[in-house]
């Protein structure tokens, strides 16, 4: 009889050690889930830096050039539609990007062209924890390439051979 008198002083002692690990488990499994979604959105905005770079080099220092390496950071895509498109990273955007040239005066293999991204905030997904986070700046340079093109500031096999300026 004491037996069941004590196992009835314990009513509830199951759901409130079940709450405990609850919130342990759960705390420590949607920790996992947003760090991991961290780590991808760092990988995600650092390839798309240098996806940008690569695709810099070899485009014109111009406006519409711009715009195209933009898009491609953003997008992935240098003729998407902002207004269609879905970022590669939620709440990027072409005002994220800054793609400087430098010595860039047609084809050169002197010619470097950087790409980075600034001021991304990283949203948190877990209501509870909230907020943003600042993301680092990721930049990337990537130097002059000929791709098929005969380079401005390099001597050819004729001396009539012309100083290409790639297409956009």
Same mark, same amino acid.
């Given at each position: 009889?004491a037996?069941?008198?004590?196992?009835?002083?314990?009513?509830?002692?199951t759901?409130?050690?079940?709450?405990?690990?609850a919130?342990?488990?759960?705390?420590a499994?949607?920790?996992?889930?947003?760090?991991?979604?961290?780590?991808?959105?760092?990988?995600?905005?650092r390839?798309?830096?240098?996806?940008?770079?690569?695709?810099?080099?070899?485009?014109?220092?111009d %406006?519409? @050039?711009?715009?195209?390496?933009k898009?491609? +950071?953003? /997008?992935?895509?240098p #003729?998407a539609?902002?207004?269609? !498109?879905?970022?590669? %990273?939620p @709440?990027l955007?072409?005002?994220?990007?800054? +793609?400087? /040239?430098?010595?860039? #005066?047609?084809?050169q293999?002197? !010619?470097r062209?950087?790409?980075?991204?600034?001021?991304?905030?990283?949203?948190?997904?877990?209501?509870?924890?909230?907020g943003?986070?600042?993301m680092? !700046?990721?930049?990337?340079?990537?130097?002059?390439e000929?791709?098929?093109?005969?380079?401005?500031?390099?001597?050819?096999?004729?001396?009539?051979a012309?100083c290409?300026?790639i297409?956009?």
């Amino acid at each position: 009889m004491a037996n069941r008198k004590s196992s009835s002083n314990e009513r509830g002692a199951t759901l409130l050690e079940f709450t405990i690990v609850a919130v342990v488990f759960f705390t420590a499994m949607f920790g996992v889930l947003e760090f991991g979604r961290l780590l991808f959105t760092h990988n995600a905005l650092r390839d798309a830096a240098r996806r940008g770079a690569r695709y810099a080099v070899v485009r014109k220092n111009d %406006a519409a @050039g711009i715009a195209a390496v933009k898009n491609m +950071v953003v /997008y992935g895509d240098p #003729n998407a539609n902002p207004a269609t !498109a879905t970022p590669i %990273a939620p @709440g990027l955007t072409t005002s994220n990007v800054q +793609v400087d /040239y430098v010595n860039f #005066n047609g084809l050169q293999l002197s !010619a470097r062209a950087s790409v980075s991204i600034n001021s991304y905030q990283y949203q948190f997904f877990v209501p509870l924890v909230g907020g943003t986070l600042n993301m680092p !700046a990721y930049r990337t340079s990537q130097t002059g390439e000929s791709a098929g093109y005969v380079p401005c500031d390099m001597p050819s096999a004729t001396p009539a051979a012309p100083c290409a300026i790639i297409p956009n």
